[in-house]
């Protein structure tokens, strides 16, 4: 990819490699592959971006933003990307050998949980107690908006209601709250409810974090003995060349530092005091297909003009959709998941 290669349409073969230009390209072209300034700014820049893009993404992949996941050719021909980002759910919740068969249910604290999505599928379905955590105002609204709207939904035939800040929903009951991730430590140690949870789940925001070693520190704190981590990120390939165009245009159109490697999340959570309950798996070939549904949604002329009114950083979003497409395609992009445990 060079540094001026706009979007391309997707093609018959599905192979990003034999993309071709659209018309959308030469209208929104930009450079790709700068690099961010400062991380304080970074994290300005993530922050309003999920303060005005979060309607888009609930309009474009729904209430999970987060991969879908097809484990077999079955799954690949038939699930759809709702269902498909469900499968992540469950294979996180598998890899991490949690239950809801417990008698007290399990509290979680769901951190960069977007527009609550999961945080709405582990406390109705599977009855837990959930805190999702993200930077955006906007997001926080959505979610509780789309939260109110799924109890109202129950309320007929469940207790659904509300329950101090909590929600009920389902089985369990969920809350929202706007707070950066990196002084969720702090909040939490002294907040009534002292940190002590169950699980802290973490689905593709990790990355976005410019003080990773701080995330794993936080996470442990708010663990209770016996709490598990729980996670899913996007990752370099342990042989990634220096500079490749492809990492560094998906680094700087979503909005990341430097992007980590899969062993070096493994040795940030052990250096914290945590010891690994599931190794990295890698699932990147059955996670890749999100890219190729999501290339062929974004082709709306709309949308690339909404994102052109947004500046620079918003062509280079949607721009950085192909760079991942051929990252997956060439394996310089890497998709895992893994857990932690606190003993």
Not at 21 to 45: F, I, V
Not at 140 to 148: H, Q, S, Y
Not at 271 to 293: F, M, R, Y
Request: hydrophobic share 40%; aromatic share 10%; net charge negative.
């Amino acid at each position: 990819m060079t540094t001026t290669e706009g979007p391309a349409a997707l093609n018959t073969s599905g192979d990003p490699e034999k993309d071709t230009p659209t018309n959308l390209s030469t209208q929104y072209d930009t450079p790709m592959g700068l690099a961010h300034s400062t991380m304080a700014t970074l994290k300005e820049r993530i922050t309003l971006h999920y303060d005005l893009a979060s309607d888009y993404y609930l309009n474009l992949w729904g209430e999970h933003i987060h991969h879908g996941y097809y484990p077999t050719l079955e799954s690949k021909a038939n699930d759809t990307k709702e269902t498909a980002q469900l499968n992540l759910i469950k294979l996180l919740l598998e890899i991490s050998h949690l239950s809801s068969s417990s008698s007290t249910p399990l509290r979680i604290l769901d951190v960069g949980c977007g527009i609550g999505g999961t945080s709405r599928y582990l406390a109705s379905t599977f009855g837990a107690t959930v805190t999702g955590i993200t930077i955006s105002s906007k997001q926080v609204e959505i979610a509780k908006r789309l939260t109110k709207t799924a109890a109202s939904k129950e309320a007929s035939t469940t207790s659904a209601g509300d329950s101090g800040d909590f929600t009920v929903l389902g089985k369990g009951q969920v809350k929202f709250l706007e707070l950066d991730a990196e002084k969720m430590g702090e909040h939490f140690r002294e907040s009534d409810e002292k940190g002590d949870f169950d699980v802290v789940w973490i689905s593709e925001a990790l990355s976005h974090f410019p003080n990773k070693p701080l995330f794993f520190q936080n996470a442990e704190m708010v663990l209770k003995k016996g709490g598990k981590l729980v996670l899913a990120d996007w990752f370099k390939s342990m042989d990634v060349k220096a500079g490749d165009a492809d990492i560094k245009a998906i680094e700087d159109g979503m909005l990341l530092p430097p992007l980590c490697t899969q062993s070096e999340y493994v040795k940030m959570a052990t250096d914290a005091g945590l010891n690994v309950l599931a190794e990295p798996q890698d699932i990147s070939a059955e996670v890749s297909k999100t890219w190729d549904i999501t290339w062929s949604l974004i082709q709306n002329p709309s949308l690339w003009a909404f994102a052109f009114s947004q500046g620079r950083d918003g062509i280079a979003f949607l721009q950085a959709f192909r760079a991942m497409r051929r990252g997956y395609a060439n394996g310089s992009f890497r998709y895992a998941v893994m857990a932690f445990q606190k003993l």
